[in-house]
Structures are given as C-alpha cells and as structure tokens.
C-alpha cells in the first residue's frame, strides 16, 4: 500500500479516537463540575489541560466557565482537537484513502460527519449535552463496528489499530499526568471526599467507574486505580493494553512484510519495560516520572511508524 | 403529460404519443405511485449523500461539497440509434488519435492544407515537447468522451470532443446502480444494456498499453490532483472499482529511471498511469515549474519509453474548440470516410466575415471560449440580457480569435420528475470511449446531462445540471 | 581543428537535499561540422537516471541528486574534431517543423525594443543582410556586460537593460527574426577563445532559417558567424529549452554553483 495511505488510514483512526475521547473528558468534567465540585473553574482547567488545548483555549478566553469549555473542546473550529476538527479531519483523511476503505467504513465515516455536523451547528446547551455526547459515542462505535465486520486483516487494518492504541494511549497517559498527584499514595487525605471525587473523574475520564468496581470489589486507593489503569490488561484503555495492541499490530506488518523496522525494537523495548514493572516498582520511580517519560517514549513511537512506513515523503 | 412541441422530446412525440423506445418505460410510469416515486427520489440524494458521490465546487468555501442532482428518469436509446452513434464515435476517436499522431510527427495534415498552420502554431494546447514522440502502443487519448446532441428523430450532432482528461463516467456507473437498487423490477421487465464492465474495460485497455519494457503484469495507477480537486470522488472511484492505486505527485519519484510510488514496503514502479493532471500541472521540470501537483521528471521518462500516461500529454490540440470546426475534414483525412456523426455549423471568429456575423446575431448564438471549459467563458444569446450581450460583443471585438460561435441548438428535451409531473428538459449525451491498440471499447449509453431548470440550455453540473441514468435497450 | 572541452559544473547545497533532479544537456552530437572523437560525463552525488532525445534531438540526461547530498558535481571531458562551416550549418531538419521556430516563448516574447529592432530586417536589401544588419544593432544596443542580466532575464528585459551576455544576445536575434517571419532559434555550446583557455561559461549563438541556405548561424556577441572553433551541443527555441542544466528540488536549501571550463586545440 502506499505510504501515505498508511498514513492516512493511521490519522483517520486517530482523530476517531480522539473525538470520542474529548467526549469522555466532557462528559467526566460535565458531571463532575455538575455534582461535585466547588470549584468548576479549575475541574474545567483540567478538563482542558487533559485534552491538551489550555493554551489555544487560553488565547481565546480568559476564564473557564462551562459553556466557553464546552464550545471549545466540542465545536470550536480554531481547536485543532474538537470533536468537530476531529471528525472533520478523520472524515477528510478517509476521503484521502478512500480506496482503501471498504464501503461500509467509507459510508460510516461519512454518515458520522453529517451527523456530528448537523449535532454541533449551534452552540450545546446542557440540556442537549447528554444527546450529543450519545450521539457521539453511538457514530464512532458505529464506525469502528465496521471496520471489525468488513475489514480484511491485512495491513490497512493493522494501520487502524496502530492509530487507535497510540492515541489511546496517549490519552489515557495524558489523564493520569494530569491528575497524578492524587494517584500519589503520600496525599495526606487518603479516603477523603475530595478524593472520592477526584478519582472518580479520572474513572468516568475512561469510562471505567463501572468495570473497575466490578474488578476491584470496590477496592478504591490510588494504588489500585493507577494499577487498573496502567497494567490492568483485560481494560481496553490502558497502557498495557494499548501497548499489546501495538506490539501485535506491528508485529502483522513485520510478518506481513517480511521486514522488522527500527519502530519494531522501540515497541519491544516498551513492552519489556512494562512486564518487568509492577505498581509499586511504578510509585517508586516516581509515578509523574514514569508517565511523562511513558508519553515522550509513545510519541516518539509514533513518529518513528511514520518514518518507518514512509508516510510522507 | 404534455410535451414541449419546440421541441424533439425523445418520450413523447406528440401529445400522448410515446416514441418506441419508452412504451414499456411508460408501461411501468403510469401504474407508479406519484408519492412512491417522490420519496424514492429522496432516497436517492440520501444515497448519493452517504456515499459520498459529490463534486467540489471551485471557488466556493473550502469544504463546499455538492451533489449533482439525479433524476430518476431514464434517457432511453434504441439499440438501432446506438449502433450509428457508436460507429461515428468510433470513427470520431480513430480519427483523433490518427490526427494526433501526425501533427507530433510529419504533420501531412498541415502540408496538405487541411487545417492551416497557424491553428495549431498558435494553439497553446500543441506541446512541443510531444514533437516526435511515439507513445506505448500508439495511442495519444485512451479514454475520450463525445459531447452528442440531438435536435430530431436521426439528428445527431457532435458538440465537442474531450480528449484529455474527460470526466463524468463514476456518475454513469453510480446513476446505473442507484436506479438498480431502487428499481430492480424495472430491469427485469426492460432489458438494458449494462455499463457496469466499465471499470475493468478501463483497466484492461489501460494495461494492454504499457509500455515494452514493462516486465509481468503492467501495474497500473490513477494520479489525482487531490482530494480538493472537483472530480477526486471519480479519481478515487476509479482507482476503487479497477483495484489500483490512488497517487498524487508527491507519492511518486524517478527510481532507476522508471517513476514509482511510495509504499510502506519501499518503492514499487508505474507502468501506467491515468492521470487525471492537466498538462500544465503534470511535470514542474518540464512544464509549469511552481506546479505541486506534479510528477518531476515524468516527462523525460516517458520520453524514455518507461511509462505510458493517459492521456498522452498535448492530447487537447484535438480537442481544442478552434480545431473542431475541421474535424469533419480531419476524419475524412484520415480514414477516408465521410465523418458518420455531423458536426454543429461553427462560425470562426478569427475570420472577419464570421465576427461581422456572430456581431449582428449575437442574440441567436451560443459563444465558446476556445481555450475554456466548463461553461463559464461562454455565451447563451437567447438567454442573455440585453447588457450581456453587450458586454459579450466588446469582449469578441477585442479577441476574436478567441472564440468560435454556433447555432442555439435545439436541443432534444427528455422529461424529468418533479412534484407536478413529468416536465420536459433538454439533454445532451456524453459515451466514453476506450482505445486499446487492437480494440476499442464504448460503453452503451454514456453520461446524460440535463439542464433542470425549464427551457435552460445549459447542462454543465457547475452550473445547475443534473444527470440521469442513460438506457441503451438490447434489440 | 581538433578542440579538447574539459568542462565541471559543481553545486552546493547549504542543507541536505532529500530528493532532486537535473536535466543535463552536456552532450554534442557528431554532424557535418562536427565530430565527436571521445566525450565523457561523470556525475557525483547523483546517479544517472536516463537517457532520450528531446523534441530537438538534443542528447538529454536525468540525473537524480543521492538522497541527502550537499554536492553534485557533472565534469565533461572530450575531443571534437570542427570542420569549416562558413557558419552555414545549413539544410539539416529534425523531427520538429521550421514553423515551430517561429514560436515564441516566455523568454523570446518580442516587446516594443525587440520590434523596433526588428525593423532592421526590412531595411536591408535581402534576408542575409538584414540578419547581419541584426546581429550587429542588437551588440550596439546591448553591449557585452556581465552585470545586466542574470539566466532567467528575458530578450525584451535584456534589451532594455541595454547591456547582456552571449544568452542575452542569441535571445533578442531570434525573438526579432520570429517578429519579422523568420524561423529562428537558440544554440548553446563551447567556443575556443585565440586568447585564453580558462572560461567563466559555455558559450550561446543563434541561427536563422534561410529559404536557399537552410540554417546559418549568427553568433552576436562575437559580431561574426560560427567558424570550426564553436562546438554545437543543444538547440531550442530559447536559452530554457537549450540549457545546459536545469534542476528541480524538494525542500528550502539553496544552491551555488561553481564552474570550471577549459576549451583549447
């Protein structure tokens, strides 16, 4: 395939990923600054600083209120990060690759841009948040059930999955680098109620409040949360996870090309650093030490894909 | 129903009276629910929509995407009306690619003052860089599409001829499908003649060019100038139903003297490539250097015999508007044969007695561009206010070369649905034609084009045309 | 008379070049004037991509630059044994028509100066003289001057900058020969100079098409006609199509060129 086929199909299904992960931070911040917080200003700050976008949105704005952090993580064209750039991007890459893409993909796609359009043409009132956000995570599952039901398992497909887990993996990174310090098992008010919340944010952030519960017997420490999210294999957001997913994908395309790329040893070394890792090994590093050294190593990653498999010139 | 008596209508020829082809058509429309058709033709646009069958608009914001509209009429051709127009576009395209083998090589044509000189000295659209050069295969336009228009019962005419990048043959496909699935039962009563081979007639004939020293299995490519270009859902519609791949200039290079496209596994080499580049475009070492849609160095490798490119480049001196009037001489020329399909009388500006002419009947006559495409450097007198035509006049007064004018044809109108009924619309016809060195292939039917706004003479999509579906019935 | 041509061409490139292409016309063909006894190219940091006649039959090479090169150099080397040709190079056609010569370009597209010069042609008593009368206005109106014009200036620019090189010259001939009818077009290759060996460029002439003679050469700089010290290496309607190099690259790094060229008997 070409290169920048590889490329495109690999951005297509990272900025899916990435507009149904906006939306979950929306949604986590949404209730959080809803229910529990004193504070919504700084809960929204740190909604925005997750999603990576504090500083464009700082430009824009200057304080954080619900509805200008709505509007910008949802809507807002100039945030490169929006739901709508996301699918909007996603939809123009698809386009690109269209070749490649099987009917029902290409039509799921589609269809998922005119109706993410048509929900974000004016502004979200929170009373419509809840639909829109459904509606969000009803297309891209959609797009996503395509490509499981039509898709061959060639190299196209092993470049969707490539795309996926590292955005994943970023996100989920880039979740508890924001809300480490509360992961810390130093924080004076263990148990606390603002921790209650604070942890329930980051499991909502991932969708999880649910199945951790169910995995954990409601064992709730930062302890076990960073655990579940970091190593827990069997949850499809974690680093582990996403990290397993890369491994296999990589290793289809070396097989299926019969050539290993350098990206192949950075995956290795990863996925080794992981296994010999364990949550207290974790804390002992330093847990803000491993994150930011995780995501610098998943970028890196990515860039190394990109110039391994040519996708541009 | 009543019919527009101005007018051929293809349907009805007179009032009540459905012409031969139609009757088992009209059969199956009268007993058809008015309601039923009204949402079949929704679901229609809904289709075209969800699949992305959209043309972009130039000039127009960025992500303006628009449909072409379809009408869920079918233009309906008799297999006898087709036999003739087929064998005059064959002669049309034999006769092309005679013309322009020669005006590339000893030019006999201008030697034997068929075509003066200066038409072609003079005509941007000659590329000196195809002097001498002898294509794969012999062969300068391997995909043509013939403009056809009709005024009566076995009147057609050649309106123009598109040799260098035609487009509108993925709405030929699509509106075929889109009519299958919406009215299956109709093509089990109505035997029609398929086009769905199309794309692997595109590909075969494609391959049977590729160059001699190409080794295995030719690969072949689509070069598109990208995904902003108007026509990339056809480039990328193409490229899909042949199973080839889809590039653009910055995924090729010049590896050990073949041009090759960037894959993940390394670089693999072109033997064909349909590029849907203007010439200009296609090579910035060659040609237009702040070009980035390109290919660099293309030019010099096919120079070399290591790639074919369809078309040729320099094809569009034989389609040139100011060529067209000559190609009734140009075919006999060449084939020997008296031309099969008529030409529409063209009056040549350049020519004083001529402008006096267009000058005095402006208000009659449609005024082409000779270099423009796509209806916008062109004149519709009939149509035009009275401060038009007077913009129009010192426009021809101040470079009359540059425009040809004709008749206003009248066209042949074929109905359309619309909430009040069946309402009478003229057409125009565009077949594609395949050119292989042993064979050539046209598809039965071709692209209809219809003006839908009534009385409008004017089908060009850009400007509020829509299309149907074209039915060439087996006998 | 024998003429030995050793001829480099060296660019630099102040950043890494990821992908470029040069189309060199270095290469002389053997005729009735000439003869070409030994010529060799050798390129470095770059490869030889292919090799096709253009549409004037000029002798073309693609060279691809090596991937992240910051030098090419092309260094030509061979023997041309010359034979007296009263620079009349005569009645030799290639697959190109002679209207085709009196095509303008860019470059040759004949403005107010050119035109005027033009006129020259009408005042003298038959063609041959009015081509010479030409020759000898235009080096009037644009001495020799190394400082006037740079590669892409035009006949017209040249003329009214009032001063050009061998390019300049053989460009505003034939852009006022076309204006008067005339077929017209450019040469480039090597001149032997009685005084020197070293020389800073290739040398560029013009040849006009006579109905009887078929084509003569003017070479305007030097006010006199092609003699067996000139060596004729490309042809085109311009210096563009009969460059002895012209390139493409991808990225911002920019070039300097140095040239070394030695032409002695």
Not at chain 1, 11 to 19: K, V
Not at chain 1, 202 to 211: E, N, Q, T, Y
Not at chain 3, 174 to 181: L, P, Q, T
Request: charged fraction near 25%.
């Amino acid at each position: 395939m070409l290169g920048k086929t590889a490329g495109g199909i690999y951005w297509m299904f990272r900025f899916l990923e990435r507009s149904e992960n906006t939306a979950r931070l929306i949604e986590a911040g949404f209730r959080i600054a809803l229910t529990r917080s004193k504070d919504p200003a700084s809960e929204w700050k740190s909604v925005l600083t997750t999603a990576g976008v504090l500083g464009q949105y700082d430009m824009k704005y200057d304080s954080y209120t619900g509805a200008h952090a709505l509007d910008f993580l949802l809507r807002d064209t100039d945030n490169p990060s929006s739901v709508l750039s996301s699918i909007e991007n996603a939809r123009t890459n698809a386009r690109m690759v269209r070749t490649a893409l099987t009917t029902e993909v290409w039509e799921a796609v589609n269809e998922s841009w005119m109706a993410l359009k048509a929900a974000l043409k004016s502004p979200v009132t929170e009373t419509k948040l809840p639909a829109v956000l459904a509606e969000i995570r009803r297309q891209t599952a959609l797009v996503r059930g395509a490509v499981h039901g039509t898709m061959l398992r060639n190299d196209i497909f092993d470049f969707t999955q490539i795309g996926i887990a590292l955005e994943r993996a970023d996100n989920t990174a880039r979740i508890i680098d924001v809300k480490y310090y509360t992961l810390l098992p130093s924080a004076s008010y263990v148990g606390s109620a603002l921790d209650n919340v604070q942890w329930e944010t980051i499991l909502r952030s991932v969708s999880a409040h649910r199945s951790f519960r169910w995995l954990n017997n409601d064992d709730i420490s930062p302890a076990t949360i960073a655990d579940f999210l970091i190593f827990d294999s069997r949850f499809p957001r974690s680093l582990s996870f996403c990290s397993r997913l890369l491994e296999d994908n990589l290793g289809y395309l070396a097989k299926d090309y019969k050539f290993r790329m350098p990206c192949h040893d950075m995956i290795d070394a990863q996925r080794e650093r992981l296994r010999n890792l364990d949550i207290s090994s974790v804390f002992d590093e330093g847990l803000h030490h491993f994150i930011t050294s995780f995501i610098r190593e998943n970028n890196a990653l990515g860039l190394q894909i990109e110039q391994d498999y040519r996708f541009v010139g | 129903m009543t019919s527009d008596r101005q007018y051929f209508d293809e349907m009805l020829s007179g009032a009540d009276k459905v012409r031969e082809p139609y009757s088992d058509y009209e059969k199956w429309f009268i007993q058809e629910d008015v309601l039923r058709l009204s949402k079949k033709a929704k679901e229609a646009e809904a289709f075209f929509r969800r699949t992305g069958i959209t043309f972009n608009v130039y000039g127009q914001a960025a992500a303006q995407e628009r449909l072409i509209p379809f009408d869920l009429i079918p233009r309906i051709i008799a297999n006898r009306e087709w036999a003739k127009l087929s064998k005059g576009i064959e002669q049309r395209v034999r006769g092309i690619n005679a013309f322009l083998y020669d005006i590339y090589h000893r030019q006999e044509i201008l030697r034997a003052g068929i075509v003066p000189v200066e038409l072609i000295a003079q005509n941007e659209a000659f590329l000196p860089q195809m002097i001498g050069v002898s294509p794969p295969g012999g062969i300068y336009t391997h995909i043509v599409g013939t403009d056809i228009v009709r005024t009566g019962e076995d009147d057609f005419f050649v309106l123009e001829d598109n040799a260098r990048t035609p487009s509108g043959v993925s709405y030929m496909l699509e509106n075929r499908e889109t009519m299958l699935q919406m009215f299956p039962e109709l093509f089990s009563q109505i035997k029609v003649q398929p086009v769905s081979d199309y794309p692997k007639n595109l590909r075969r004939s494609l391959a049977a060019c590729a160059p001699p020293n190409c080794q295995g299995k030719p690969c072949v490519a689509v070069l598109t100038p990208g995904i902003h270009n108007s026509a990339y859902f056809e480039h990328s519609f193409l490229a899909d139903q042949m199973g080839v791949e889809l590039v653009e200039g910055h995924d090729l290079q010049v590896v050990d003297g073949r041009i090759a496209m960037r894959t993940t596994e390394g670089f693999k080499v072109i033997d064909v490539l349909y590029r849907r580049v203007d010439d200009e475009y296609l090579d910035p070492l060659n040609f237009n250097p702040s070009s980035m849609l390109g290919v660099p160095g293309i030019m010099d490798v096919y120079r070399a015999g290591n790639i074919t490119i369809a078309n040729a480049p320099g094809t569009g001196i034989a389609d040139d508007k100011a060529i067209y009037s000559y190609m009734p001489d140009i075919i006999e020329f060449y084939t020997g044969e008296k031309a099969i399909l008529k030409n529409v009388e063209t009056y040549r500006c350049s020519d004083p007695d001529s402008l006096k002419y267009v000058l005095d009947n402006l208000a009659d006559l449609v005024v082409k561009e000779v270099h423009g495409s796509g209806g916008y450097g062109m004149l519709v007198g009939p149509a035009a206010s009275k401060k038009e035509l007077a913009t129009f006049a010192a426009k021809l007064r101040k470079s009359p070369s540059n425009y040809i004018a004709q008749p206003t044809l009248s066209l042949s109108t074929v109905p359309i649905f619309t909430k009040k009924g069946l309402a009478p619309r003229h057409v125009d016809l565009r077949p594609f034609a395949l050119v292989s060195p042993n064979s050539m292939d046209i598809t039965p039917g071709g692209l209809t084009r219809v003006a839908l706004k009534a009385g409008s003479l004017v089908v060009n999509s850009s400007q509020g045309g829509g299309t149907k579906d074209t039915w060439v019935l087996e006998d | 008379m024998k003429l030995r041509i050793q001829h480099t061409t060296k660019y630099h490139y102040d950043a890494p070049v990821s992908y470029g292409l040069q189309q060199i016309r270095l290469i002389p063909a053997s005729s009735k004037h000439q003869t070409v006894q030994s010529w060799a190219v050798d390129i470095k940091g770059g490869s030889t991509e292919l090799e096709f006649e253009d549409q004037y039959q000029n002798k073309t090479l693609l060279v691809k630059a090596d991937p992240e090169t910051t030098e090419l150099s092309v260094d030509v080397v061979g023997e041309v044994e010359t034979h007296c040709s009263d620079g009349v190079f005569g009645r030799v056609y290639g697959t190109a028509p002679l209207w085709h010569f009196r095509q303008s370009t860019p470059r040759t597209q004949a403005g107010r100066g050119v035109r005027k010069l033009a006129k020259t042609l009408q005042k003298a008593p038959d063609i041959l003289d009015g081509l010479h009368a030409l020759s000898s206005a235009i080096i009037d109106a644009a001495p020799y001057s190394m400082t006037d014009t740079e590669a892409h200036t035009t006949a017209e620019e040249a003329l009214s900058a009032g001063g050009g090189v061998c390019q300049d010259h053989a460009q505003i001939f034939v852009s006022a020969a076309r204006v008067a009818g005339i077929p017209a077009r450019y040469i480039s290759g090597y001149l032997m100079m009685n005084d020197r060996v070293d020389q800073d460029a290739s040398h560029a002439w013009a040849e006009a098409h006579l109905d009887g003679l078929g084509w003569v050469g003017f070479d305007v700089s030097n006010r006199i006609c092609p003699d067996e010290r000139y060596v004729r290496i490309a042809t085109g309607l311009d210096s563009h199509d009969a460059s002895p190099m012209s390139g493409i690259r991808l990225g911002s790094a920019r070039e300097s060129m140095i040239v070394s060229l030695q032409v002695q008997q």
